[in-house]
């Protein structure tokens, strides 16, 4: 059993261009999100919220507005990086089953949350905690998960009704696949590699690293 949990959290990919569209059973969409909806909490806030968007308009109006934002990333770079990002795909949010929007509300078991007081930003962590428990629960449940992160808050807060206040984390791709790669993306394409175990454990205080 300790060596399947390891072997998930090895095998879990940030999936892009792997989607097969095929359906996924609503019991293992629920047991993904009751994986995520046990994750620790600041406080037991539980301030996450889970939209599952299968909306085929929903999704193309979302990544029409993710595709503009890649050009605006790109347009930021140098020749080299700018080529390199050229062969990158970054969503699939077409390809994909479905998606799931993750969101953050800071109200929620306000207005003292337990343990946030000297940390606001302990209830975001709170919501990425949960969001790789459905990440780690779809690896075991053989899917694949793709987090995409070109966009803008406010566009998707409008797109979903999402009230004001609450804040979108994450819009996540779900989806059966045909494989999950055996080296991340941006290893595979150049664009960073992985940084070594030994230059991020530091002993007792914080050591320089070159």
């Not at 929620?108 to 428990?133: E, F, T």
């Not at 808050?153 to 059966?176: D, K, M, N, T």
Request: aromatic share 8%; hydrophobic share 45%; charged share 25%.
């Amino acid at each position: 059993m300790i060596s399947q949990l390891y072997d998930v959290i090895h095998r879990r990919r940030d999936v892009r261009g792997q989607f097969t569209g095929a359906p996924v059973e609503d019991e293992v969409l629920h047991r993904m999100l009751a994986a995520a909806h046990a994750a620790p909490s600041v406080g037991m806030s539980q301030p996450w919220d889970f939209i599952v968007v299968r909306d085929r308009a929903l999704r193309e109006s979302f990544h029409r507005h993710v595709l503009h934002e890649r050009d605006v990333f790109a347009a930021t770079l140098d020749p080299g990086a700018a080529d390199r990002f050229a062969r990158i795909k970054i969503d699939g949010v077409l390809e994909s089953t479905l998606s799931i929007v993750v969101t953050y509300d800071a109200d929620r078991g306000g207005p003292a949350v337990l343990g946030r007081h000297a940390i606001a930003d302990a209830g975001l962590y709170s919501v990425c905690l949960a969001i790789q428990n459905l990440w780690l629960a779809a690896t075991a449940e053989e899917l694949g998960v793709g987090w995409v992160s070109f966009y803008r808050e406010e566009f998707l807060r409008r797109l979903l009704g999402i009230p004001a206040g609450i804040r979108p984390v994450a819009w996540l791709c779900l989806g059966p696949v045909t494989h999950l790669e055996d080296v991340p993306d941006l290893e595979r394409h150049g664009w960073r590699r992985r940084r070594p175990l030994r230059d991020a454990v530091h002993s007792d205080r914080w050591e320089p690293r070159r």
